[in-house]
């Protein structure tokens, strides 16, 4: 049972046009969410990340939103560059502090066009 | 420079072999992880260490053993019990604390099990 959800495996995005990728959970003992960038063959990349006391996170051009109520969250990329081209994976932490490891979503493919 | 350093970059073994992957950093963090990613999958927790000395199981650590006798290093042996071995795997640590939630990767190592 996937406890975090990306359901969009890929998406296409034109330069300098704001990206949106979407996370949904459904454990509601997560209390701290991350996002991290990872291109082929190399590890991931910590992005950015947001508390459950907080609704909004920004930092440069990311900026992480989330709706409790909704299990929902949201990663907006602006403006995108062809950089940004990479695999985004949302992860969450339950209470214990992250120290027992972090849920990941399956991610999703995020293509930046010229 | 601090970081993880996962080696080799891409390891082959015949089927019924035993291997081990491993993982060092010089970061000073307390708290060592191993992932695994397969295609179109997000990393899922095999095992992960808090402390020297000490160990806990992940989602899916059958087939899989590690140790932590120093604060630095945290190998991962793959068995010959692990059904499907193949994948990417993943090599993460963290701090103690409020930190915990931010873990930072390893380049990885590729195995293929033929």
């Known amino acids: 049972d996937q406890q975090v959800k990306q359901n969009s495996p890929s998406l296409s995005v034109q330069e300098g046009r704001i990206s949106i990728l979407n996370c949904d959970y459904t454990n509601s003992m997560f209390d701290y969410f991350l996002w991290y960038k990872k291109y082929p063959a190399e590890g991931p990349t910590f992005l950015i990340s947001?508390?459950?006391?907080?609704d909004k996170n920004e930092d440069g051009r990311f900026t992480v939103f989330l709706n409790k109520s909704a299990k929902h969250l949201s990663l907006h990329i602006v403006p995108s560059q062809p950089g940004d081209s990479a695999v985004y994976f949302c992860?969450?932490?339950?209470?214990?502090?992250?120290?027992?490891?972090?849920?990941f979503g399956k991610g999703t493919h995020l293509i930046i066009q010229p | 420079d601090g970081g993880i350093t996962q080696s080799p970059k891409y390891l082959f073994r015949k089927e019924g072999q035993n291997v081990t992957l491993s993982c060092e950093q010089n970061l000073n963090h307390d708290a060592m992880y191993w992932y695994r990613q397969d295609p179109g999958q997000g990393l899922r927790l095999i095992y992960y260490s808090q402390i020297v000395n000490d160990f806990q199981k992940g989602d899916i650590a059958e087939g899989y053993s590690v140790s932590r006798e120093k604060k630095e290093s945290f190998p991962l042996t793959v068995t010959s019990a692990q059904k499907n071995p193949t994948a990417f795997y993943l090599c993460a640590s963290s701090l103690m604390g409020s930190s915990f939630h931010e873990q930072y990767f390893g380049p990885g190592t590729r195995l293929t099990v033929t």
């Open positions: 947001i508390s459950s006391i907080k």
């Open positions: 992860a969450a932490s339950d209470g214990g502090g992250g120290a027992d490891g972090l849920t």
